[in-house]
């Protein structure tokens, strides 16, 4: 079964991943085993992780 959320789980998969502090922003689709982050820009979705270099990345803005 597949669910997705808008916010990171626990663990978070690839915690250096560019893709946790970019606005576009990911979505985290988990299995019962296994977490993906779903980019919403890139026309494959799944970027091979953990992302380290992107060229939509645009930071997060800090919570007010
Ligand atoms: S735009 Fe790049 S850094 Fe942002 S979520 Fe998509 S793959 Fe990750």
């Known amino acids: 079964m ?3 959320a ?3 789980p626990e663990p978070l998969p690839f ?3 560019l893709c946790h502090r970019c ?3 990911p979505k985290y689709v988990q299995t ?3 977490t993906f982050i779903l980019c919403p820009l890139l ?3 799944y970027a091979p992780q ?3 270099a992107c060229s939509l990345f645009r ?3 800090p919570a007010t």
Do not use: G, Y
Request: hydrophobic share 30%; glycine share 0%.
């Open 2 to 4: 597949l669910s997705t």
């Open 6 to 8: 808008m916010n990171p």
């Open 15 to 17: 915690p250096d991943s």
């Open 23 to 25: 606005a576009a922003p």
């Open 32 to 34: 019962r085993t296994s």
């Open 43 to 45: 026309p494959q979705k």
């Open 50 to 52: 953990p992302v380290r």
């Open 59 to 61: 930071p997060l803005a």
